[in-house]
């Protein structure tokens, strides 16, 4: 009988886990079975993939930047003189523009006097997010704040009339003070305050998955701490340019950041 219970409780974890989803475009992940024993190695635009097991079998889950073109691409293999190719196509993706008004102007067209303190966060942000180690990845993410999410990954942003990069992340509306959790496993490498994205923490899941998170009203962490899942790292907030409170939450993989909605349970 107890057996049996256990057997049950088992096949209800496995099946209540959020495995990633495959989404083959700018922007998506590409999910590529590899062969057990054969899984290592393999790297996509000279950057290790992740690999992890997808149904108990051993894949690479691929992430695909927000400007790749649409066409097939592939992961590769370099061993003993020869060359392992592993094909994937990717769709295009319309995404929409997003017209954004911000108060503080000064956020979208900041001072000269800021350009220096701009250009040397964008330094630690660029090495923060290329960060890679090695470690076993839990990829069944919770999700980090309980809020409605707008969805709005990749869409082209437009502040006061001006164009910026696409959205690189996404959005859940909360109020200020809602407790922030790290939806994975992993390490904090990077926290601050910085200009456009405020107070922030970066959180290393491994093998080239990394966890952005911005606009918060306080950080729980510090740079070197080894998170576990659901631990509170920090609070909603609206620091840095922003509309109003709501943690900006953006996933990065291989150095590409894609659509955190992959890593979570699919909402009905
Ligand atoms: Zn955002």
Same mark, same amino acid.
């Given at each position: 009988m107890r057996i049996l219970l256990l057997i049950f409780s088992l096949s209800y974890l496995v099946s209540a886990q959020a495995q990633p989803r495959q989404l083959l475009v700018p922007g998506g992940i590409a999910i590529i079975n590899l062969e057990p024993g054969n899984d290592s190695g393999y790297q996509f635009r000279n950057k290790p993939v992740l690999v992890t097991k997808i149904e108990g079998k051993p894949a690479a889950l691929v992430g695909l930047p927000l400007s790749l073109k649409a066409g097939e691409h592939f992961i590769e293999k370099r061993s003993t003189g020869q060359v392992l190719k592993k094909f994937f196509e990717v769709k295009q993706k319309q995404y929409t523009t997003q017209h954004i008004t911000i108060t503080d102007k000064r956020k979208v067209n900041?001072?000269? =006097?800021d350009m220096e303190r701009i250009l040397a966060e964008k330094a630690r942000k660029q090495k923060a997010r290329n960060h890679y180690s090695i470690a076993d990845v839990d /990829? @069944?993410? &919770? $999700?980090? /704040?309980e809020g409605i999410s707008t +969805? =709005? !990954?990749g869409r082209r942003r437009v502040f006061n009339g001006q164009n910026r990069r696409p959205h690189s992340g996404m959005d859940i509306a909360a109020d200020t003070g809602t407790p922030v959790i790290a939806p994975s496993a992993g390490r904090v490498i990077e926290t601050g305050d910085f !200009?456009? =994205? +405020?107070n922030l923490v970066y959180i290393d899941h491994g093998q080239g998955l990394i966890s952005l998170f911005a606009? &918060? =009203?306080?950080? @729980?962490v510090s740079v070197g701490e080894q998170v576990a899942k659901g631990q509170l790292i920090g609070k909603v907030g609206a620091t %840095? $340019? /922003?509309? %109003?409170p709501h943690l900006h939450w953006s996933l990065g993989l291989n150095g590409n950041w894609i @659509?955190?909605? &992959?890593?979570l349970p699919a909402t009905d």
């Open positions: 900041p001072y000269a =006097s /990829v @069944d993410f &919770l $999700r980090p /704040v +969805g =709005s !990954f !200009f456009f =994205s +405020g606009h &918060l =009203s306080e950080i @729980d %840095g $340019r /922003v509309t %109003g @659509d955190p909605e &992959l890593f």
